[in-house]
């Protein structure tokens, strides 16, 4: 092996990797410093500015051979399963985002409610699972595109 495919294969992942834990490091150390928001928001877009920079000088290649992708992208481009495939996947996406943000917005309001009275445990669990309902729809939805390729 050359050099050039030890860092492509090798070094080259475990820096991009090292770029994306930054931000995580920096929220963890704000935690315990106590320092302000800002320097975590820098740090977090040196980190995505470097990922980018390192995708668009340094493009991984070599993996696949050009007859591969050409017959691939012939392939997609030749029916309709591409946007298909990107259905599917902005069906989860989306659907697990909002499920997040329901989640998100539900479960405290639930503890809450919970602290002050244990009797309203059962619907504050049924808000919660509402939520959660959203991803399990966009994954069926996802689940139906697919079906359909």
Do not use: H, Q, W
């Amino acid at each position: 092996m050359s050099a050039i495919e030890i860092t492509e294969i090798i070094l080259l992942p475990l820096a991009v990797v090292a770029l994306l834990a930054l931000p995580v490091y920096a929220a963890i150390a704000r935690k315990k410093s106590g320092k302000s928001m800002r320097r975590a928001m820098l740090v977090n877009i040196c980190a995505f500015a470097a990922v980018m920079l390192c995708a668009i000088a340094l493009p991984l290649g070599g993996f696949v051979s050009a007859d591969e992708t050409a017959e691939a992208t012939a392939a997609v481009s030749n029916s309709a399963a591409g946007l298909g495939y990107l259905a599917a996947a902005l069906a989860v996406g989306i659907g697990s985002i909002g499920c997040g943000i329901a989640v998100g917005n539900a479960a405290p309001a639930a503890i809450g409610a919970i602290a002050e009275e244990p009797k309203a445990f059962a619907k504050a669990l049924i808000f919660v699972a509402l939520g959660e309902g959203v991803a399990i729809y966009g994954l069926l939805i996802a689940i139906m595109i697919l079906g359909k390729l």
